[in-house]
Structure formats: structure tokens, C-alpha cells
């Protein structure tokens, strides 16, 4: 803003005008310390005009104090509208510089995005495919262990990776839909309802006979066994993984 204007000028300008927020908040400072001087001012004439010890002409002394206080007035009438100029102007900057950070933003995330479509889908299905690989080739070796002609041969260790019990892999094209990774695993429900097509004898028998308590048995038996199998698995891997996490923290340690 030019300092050639006077300064009422410049509230004008200041007031009507787009302006920068540190140039009205100069201003505000100007004007607050112009309205105290002319307060000063006013007050002094007043004090002058009324003193009965002095001859005025009243004409002129009254044309002083009433230009003397308008001119106080008006100073203190602009500051609270200067300062309500500042909070618009201030925030009209703040709205400027935000869009001018979220369009860069912008940019960066489209950009990431098209990025990171273009890699993602091939490696997660090279990803999947892997991991469902080792999971096969890991029941192999369960079932290899478990026909060891000898307790003394150490078991092979398995290759599936310890983190993938905790690994959630999305369907990039089916939101919301089944997991690539981990394996659906059947219900409680679903795996009855199995055994119930595969053996429908073991759950229902032909009829009461003299040893139709065999049959219950015989079924009891077998899901217990099954149970008891699921579970040992399930402790096995848990020990093998345990023991093959134990030693990449061992080899990380040595590296």
C-alpha cells in the first residue's frame, strides 16, 4: 500500500480492497497509535476551550474540537473494522495455501496410485501363488515326517514363512469379498456337515439293534481322533515356526 496516501486513504483501500493480511495488520498498529494520539489531542482541546481563564474565539476553537474529536472518532470507528478485515483476509490466505498444498497432494496421490496399480495385482498374485505352494509343500512334509522309520532322524523343518498365520491378503477386485491369503478354513459347522456326507452311517445308523452303542462309540472315536490330529498338527507347526523364527532373529543378529 502507498505511503503518498493519506491515512484515511489507506483504511479506505485497506477496508474496500484485496490486500495482504501483514499489510493490514501494519496498518491496525498505525491506526491504533494515531487513535490515541488524537484522543490525547481531543481531550487537550477540549480542556483548552473550556478554560475560563482564557479568551477564545469560540467560532474557531469550536470548529478545532469538533475536528479534533471526528477525527478521533473516526479512527476508533475503523479499528474494529480493520480487525474483522484482517480475520477475513487471514483466512482467505490460510484457504489459499491449504488448496495450494492439497493440490499437490493431490497430484502426489494420484500419481502414487496409478503407481502403485500398475505393480500391485502382479506381485500380490505372485505373492499368493507362492505362499499356496509352500502350503502344499509343507503337507508333504507332514506327511513325510509322520512315516519316519525312526524317532532319531530330526523332522523337516517347514518352509512356509512364520508371519503368513498372521498375513491378511485382500482381493484387489472384490472389495469386501473373500481373502486371497490366509486359506478359508471351514467352520465347526461345515466340518460336520462333511463328515456327515462322507461317513452319513456314523451319524445315522440303521436303527436300534442289540449294539447300536458301538456305532456311537465308533463315531465319538473317530472325531475325537480327528480332533486330537487337527491339534497335534496345530502344535507342530506352531513349534516349527516358533523354531524357525528363532533362527532368522539368530541369523539377522549375526548379519
Same mark, same amino acid.
Given at each position: 500500500?502507498?505511503?503518498?496516501?493519506?491515512?484515511?486513504?489507506?483504511?479506505?483501500?485497506?477496508?474496500?480492497?484485496?490486500?495482504?493480511?501483514?499489510?493490514?495488520?501494519? *496498518?491496525?498498529?498505525?491506526?491504533?497509535?494515531?487513535?490515541? !494520539?488524537?484522543?490525547?489531542?481531543?481531550?487537550?482541546?477540549?480542556?483548552?476551550?473550556?478554560?475560563?481563564?482564557?479568551?477564545?474565539?469560540?467560532?474557531?476553537?469550536?470548529?478545532?474540537?469538533?475536528?479534533?474529536?471526528?477525527?478521533?472518532?473516526?479512527?476508533?470507528?475503523?479499528?474494529?473494522?480493520? %480487525?474483522?478485515?484482517?480475520?477475513?483476509?487471514?483466512?482467505?490466505?490460510?484457504?489459499?495455501?491449504?488448496?495450494?498444498?492439497?493440490?499437490?497432494?493431490?497430484?502426489?496421490? *494420484?500419481?502414487?496410485?496409478?503407481?502403485?496399480?500398475?505393480?500391485?495385482?502382479?506381485?500380490?498374485?505372485?505373492?499368493?501363488?507362492?505362499?499356496?505352494?509352500?502350503?502344499?509343500?509343507?503337507?508333504?512334509?507332514?506327511?513325510?515326517?509322520?512315516?519316519?522309520?525312526?524317532?532319531?532322524?530330526? !523332522?523337516?523343518?517347514?518352509?512356509?514363512?512364520?508371519?503368513?498365520?498372521? *498375513?491378511?491378503?485382500?482381493?484387489?477386485?472384490?472389495?469386501?469379498?473373500? +481373502?486371497?491369503?490366509?486359506?478359508?478354513?471351514?467352520?465347526?459347522?461345515?466340518? +460336520?456337515?462333511?463328515?456327515?456326507?462322507?461317513?452319513?452311517?456314523?451319524?445315522?445308523?440303521?436303527?436300534?439293534?442289540?449294539?447300536?452303542?458301538?456305532?456311537?462309540?465308533?463315531?465319538?472315536?473317530?472325531?475325537?481322533?480327528?480332533?486330537?490330529?487337527?491339534?497335534?498338527?496345530?502344535?507342530?507347526? %506352531?513349534?516349527?515356526?516358533?523354531?524357525?523364527?528363532?533362527?532368522?532373529?539368530?541369523?539377522?543378529?549375526?548379519?
Amino acid at each position: 500500500m502507498s505511503k503518498s496516501l493519506t491515512l484515511d486513504q489507506r483504511i479506505a483501500v485497506a477496508l474496500s480492497d484485496d490486500i495482504k493480511s501483514d499489510a493490514v495488520a501494519a *496498518l491496525i498498529e498505525e491506526v491504533e497509535a494515531a487513535a490515541q !494520539a488524537a484522543d490525547e489531542n481531543a481531550t487537550r482541546t477540549r480542556e483548552e476551550a473550556l478554560d475560563p481563564a482564557t479568551v477564545i474565539d469560540t467560532a474557531k476553537v469550536g470548529a478545532s474540537l469538533a475536528t479534533a474529536e471526528l477525527t478521533r472518532d473516526r479512527l476508533q470507528a475503523a479499528l474494529p473494522r480493520l %480487525q474483522d478485515q484482517l480475520k477475513r483476509v487471514r483466512q482467505a490466505e490460510d484457504v489459499a495455501a491449504w488448496r495450494a498444498d492439497a493440490e499437490e497432494l493431490e497430484r502426489r496421490r *494420484l500419481g502414487s496410485g496409478a503407481e502403485f496399480r500398475q505393480f500391485y495385482p502382479g506381485m500380490i498374485e505372485r505373492i499368493v501363488n507362492h505362499l499356496y505352494d509352500m502350503r502344499a509343500l509343507d503337507k508333504k512334509i507332514d506327511h513325510l515326517n509322520s512315516r519316519r522309520p525312526d524317532s532319531s532322524i530330526p !523332522a523337516l523343518g517347514y518352509i512356509t514363512p512364520f508371519f503368513a498365520m498372521d *498375513l491378511k491378503i485382500p482381493d484387489p477386485d472384490n472389495a469386501g469379498g473373500p +481373502m486371497l491369503w490366509p486359506p478359508h478354513q471351514p467352520s465347526l459347522a461345515q466340518q +460336520m456337515a462333511r463328515e456327515m456326507m462322507e461317513n452319513p452311517r456314523l451319524f445315522n445308523p440303521p436303527g436300534p439293534g442289540p449294539e447300536w452303542w458301538k456305532t456311537i462309540e465308533e463315531r465319538d472315536r473317530r472325531a475325537l481322533e480327528e480332533n486330537r490330529k487337527q491339534i497335534a498338527e496345530a502344535e507342530q507347526r %506352531q513349534r516349527e515356526f516358533e523354531k524357525q523364527k528363532a533362527a532368522e532373529i539368530e541369523a539377522a543378529k549375526g548379519a
